[in-house]
């Protein structure tokens, strides 16, 4: 586009953000990003940087002291004289503009007259979390202590030479029990010089005892051989059962990148399960162990982003988002759990999926990536197993005919531990024999004898928003979230505090009120077994046993999971109960038992996925038992033992599940085999969201019919129509085969879309 500015003032968008934020050949994969995704290049771009960083940056105004008269406030207007006044009543002769604005009514016309007198200026203030934070080092200049100091003093003096001739001003007014104004005194003898100097805002974690490479197994050693033998770009299934070591691979693979100088970055699921890991990468490489994700605060991440630029040798562990961050010199990454499905971002747009953003990066710059699981996803499984071969490549003389995949199997866990027997419980013969409680007998007898033996386990509930539901026992009513089609779960954090009721989809809380709402009754009760149920029956049942609650509700605050979780390895209680969290890699050597309360709400989901996740998710818990020493346990309860996952589960066969379900996506052309893209739609008006979604479907239908090349599912209602208020649809679009043959066109799509219906393309869908 033709500008009117002079050829001097323009830059290339390019060159400066690529050079100020980004790493050589970066804009390559935003490029890729935005392509695949269907997402303008600069939402792209907004997903990688750290939050906060475009932002609009905040206008000051600033007194010019040197231009101002004594007697200026005679010149001025009401206004202007205000502001002024108001200025030099500030420390640092200056204010936001916004602050002016509230303070000084019709501050613009005052200000405009102070401007044209040239007594004040505006300028740009860059996002507070943006500017450096500085701290002041004091630094030894002459080491002889001279006759003019006091022994207080001197002695100051001496304590900076014992310290390296530098200390944190702080330090050193702690450490000598002195003020400020004392060492000031020293800079001014010319003794020290104080200086400002930029710390980087990390996240500052306990420190952990330091730790070695251990021996690997035949497994291991086999793996680590190959990975360390690949020359440039390749992709990685390392399949490891449970407690089979993948972590101590990671580790030793990662060594020799440093020592190339180069960088890794090990993205991992969620933050739940960061602590342990962090702190098992933390005692191997120390310092250079960086982490980032969402929980940082802005200036921690913006810290992080700049540290990764400088491209010293490092090793960044984080979320999804991580796989964007700024190493120049990357020589591996990581994507451990690669099976977990909070590696795709459902919104906003670019909805991508950290594997495949991974997997183009590794691409790019020319350098392995290793996908880490106990149980793959059928997307890498395929993968992997393209060219032909179904055995794994262990040896890595052999020739491999796909040079580029590679799939290596830990198939055993560490000293032989074997897996823990599933004990598969009926509940509906339970219930048929009298037994009403949300424990079998066979659970029972188990928290009896974990009490007894003074060991240690677990309970996992799947929950999913609507399993503590209240209704009344009266009339039925069900309590409901005002904003959203999901009912209310019932909270109650302590036994003093109020019992609340809260909606998972758009946090609304309320009170639990004391009678029913539509017949008056007295008689409301929670339903379901969330993990306070769990917990409340516990208590009736096993007075003794201690325990922790380990979910989204006692893991809100920073830290929290680190504190649970080392309460629980110091043996402060004697039960972990938890969700989906627990599933995460948690390495507890401690743990026997690993009870599964009801299995059943995993295996009926409205998606084709349904399957997948729950034996990928039951599996991920069973495999938390008999990680140490003592052999474990686990017992599933169900109300279908004859399910096909539960078998699977049950004989710790991945295989045997793959095998059938890839047969049933292959027959209905689901993923890995036909690819999917589904349009989200939402408004806060119902009928305008349902006609929007007629509408983009029947533009999408006729070039159905002509090429035959994709096939449309709905629209319909999402699976919970209304969330926060807003009215959700979608459609299906499913593709063939592997590529996407022809493509709607979608700038027409969206032009179909009012202002007030939003609509999202998610390529490679997940979450349903
Ligand atoms: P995974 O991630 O495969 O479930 P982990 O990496 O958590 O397994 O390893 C399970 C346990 O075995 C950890 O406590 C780990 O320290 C230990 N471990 C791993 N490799 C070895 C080894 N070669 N020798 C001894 N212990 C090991
Ligand atoms: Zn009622
Ligand atoms: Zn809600």
Not at 454 to 475: A, D
């Amino acid at each position: 586009l033709p500008s009117d500015l002079a050829s001097d003032k323009i830059r290339d968008v390019e060159d400066v953000v690529a050079k100020s934020f980004f790493p050589p050949g970066y804009w390559n994969l935003l490029n890729r990003l935005s392509q695949y995704y269907y997402t303008p290049l600069m939402q792209a771009i907004k997903v990688a940087l750290p939050p906060g960083l475009l932002s609009r940056s905040s206008r000051r105004i600033r007194l010019k002291p040197e231009a101002i008269p004594p007697d200026a406030g005679i010149f001025l207007s009401p206004t202007a004289r205000q502001i002024l006044e108001l200025l030099q009543a500030s420390k640092t002769g200056d204010y936001t503009w916004q602050h002016i604005n509230r303070q000084v009514r019709g501050a613009t016309r005052g200000l405009r007259e102070l401007r044209r007198r040239g007594w004040v200026e505006s300028y740009l203030e860059a996002p507070r979390h943006t500017q450096p934070k500085l701290k002041q080092a004091v630094t030894l200049v002459v080491s002889e202590t001279g006759l003019d100091l006091t022994p207080r003093q001197q002695e100051i003096l001496a304590v900076l030479q014992r310290q390296g001739g530098e200390l944190w001003l702080s330090e050193l007014v702690e450490t000598c029990k002195t003020t400020p104004s004392t060492i000031k005194a020293l800079e001014q003898k010319s003794y020290v010089v104080i200086q400002e100097r930029e710390v980087l805002r990390k996240l500052s974690e306990p420190a952990v005892a330091d730790d070695r490479p251990k021996a690997l197994t035949p497994a291991q050693a086999a793996a680590l051989e190959t990975i360390n033998n690949l020359n440039g770009f390749a992709e990685v299934l390392l399949h490891g059962i449970t407690g089979s070591g993948k972590t101590e691979v990671y580790l030793q693979a990662i060594a020799p990148i440093l020592e190339r100088g180069l960088s890794a970055l090990v993205l991992v699921p969620e933050i739940g399960l960061t602590p342990q890991l962090t702190d098992r990468f933390r005692a191997r490489f120390g310092e250079r162990v960086c982490v980032y994700h969402s929980a940082l605060s802005e200036g921690e991440r913006y810290d992080t982003w700049r540290q990764m630029l400088t491209g010293e040798p490092q090793i960044i562990i984080g979320t999804r988002s991580a796989v964007f961050a700024p190493l120049p010199k990357l020589g591996l990454i990581i994507l451990d759990e690669e099976h977990d499905s909070s590696f795709k971002q459902d919104s906003p747009a670019p909805t991508y999926h950290a594997r495949t953003v991974a997997l183009w990066r590794a691409e790019l710059i020319d350098c392995p990536l290793i996908l880490g699981s106990a149980t793959p996803s059928l997307e890498s499984w395929v993968e992997v197993h393209k060219a032909g071969e179904r055995e794994a490549i262990q040896n890595p003389k052999s020739k491999i005919q796909n040079p580029k995949s590679y799939y290596l199997s830990l198939p055993e866990r560490i000293q032989s531990r074997p897996l823990p027997p599933v004990e598969v419980v009926d509940m509906r013969q339970e219930l048929r024999e009298g037994n009403r409680s949300i424990f079998s007998r066979s659970l029972q007898d188990a928290l009896q004898q974990l009490q007894e033996e003074r060991k240690q386990g677990i309970l996992f509930i799947h929950r999913r928003g609507h399993s503590t539901f209240v209704s009344c026992r009266s009339c039925g009513y069900v309590i409901e979230c005002p904003n959203c089609d999901v009912s209310l779960a019932y909270h109650h954090t302590e036994d003093r505090a109020p019992e609340l009721l809260r909606c998972h989809y758009c946090n609304f809380i309320t009170a639990h009120p004391r009678h029913c709402p539509e017949c008056s009754s007295p008689y409301l009760k929670f339903f379901g077994s969330g993990t306070q149920r769990v917990e409340e029956e516990l208590k009736k049942q096993f007075p003794q046993l201690r325990v922790i609650r380990f979910d989204s509700d006692t893991t809100r605050t920073k830290g929290s999971h680190r504190t649970l979780l080392s309460r629980f390895a110091n043996r402060e209680a004697d039960l972990l109960v938890g969700t989906q969290m627990l599933t995460k890699g948690l390495d507890l050597p401690q743990v026997t038992l690993v009870g599964i309360v009801a299995a059943d709400g995993l295996l009926y989901f409205a998606d084709y996925r349904a399957s997948e996740r729950a034996f990928q998710t039951l599996t991920q818990v069973a495999g938390r038992a008999g990680r140490g020493d003592d052999p474990g346990r686990v017992i599933l309860q169900t109300y279908t033992p004859e399910h096909a996952v539960i078998r699977s589960v049950r004989l710790h066969d991945y295989n045997a599940f793959s095998q059938a379900e890839l047969l049933q996506r292959a027959t209905n052309n689901y993923p890995p085999y036909g690819r999917l893209i589904l349009l989200r739609l939402s408004s806060i008006d119902a009928a305008e969201v349902e006609e929007t979604a007629e509408l983009v479907a029947a533009e999408l239908r006729p070039s159905e019919e002509r090429n035959n090349s994709y096939e449309i599912l709905g629209p319909a209602p999402a699976s919970i129509l209304r969330v926060a208020n807003r009215y959700r649809w979608q459609i299906l679009l499913k593709f063939p085969s592997g590529t996407l043959p022809e493509l709607p066109d979608w700038s027409l799509v969206r032009s179909l879309s009012p202002a007030g219906v939003s609509l999202t393309i998610d390529v490679d869908p997940l979450n349903f």
